[in-house]
């Protein structure tokens, strides 16, 4: 799809898997950071020391509110990453930066 009237780049993008709500939440002294949706979340790494940074390859189960896992698409990696990053610029006026 090209450029044009009504054109957004989301547009281009596959339909979510993700749940529409969801929340995040930090753990500052073990350096993990959660995205929860209402049944199962994802945790990953983050340091702040040095810039707040997380790590993508960290992103690998998700965990179920049954006690199940299963493990993290490509595309969901990379939709939950634009979710964190833009929910810390939105809600924490912090810039993430995100290391493979």
Not at 9 to 16: G, I, K, N, V
Not at 40 to 64: K, L, N, P, Q
Request: proline share 6%.
């Amino acid at each position: 799809m090209g450029a044009g009237p009504g054109y957004t780049p989301s547009m281009d993008l596959p339909p979510s898997s993700l749940s529409e709500t969801y929340s995040i939440e930090t753990e500052f002294r073990g350096e993990t950071l959660h995205y929860i949706e209402p049944a199962r979340r994802v945790s990953m790494m983050w340091t702040w020391t040095d810039g707040y940074r997380i790590y993508a390859s960290s992103i690998a189960r998700w965990e179920h509110a049954d006690g199940t896992s299963a493990g993290v698409t490509d595309e969901e990696r990379n939709q939950i990453i634009d979710r964190v990053v833009t929910y810390a610029r939105v809600h924490q006026h912090a810039k993430l930066i995100v290391e493979p």
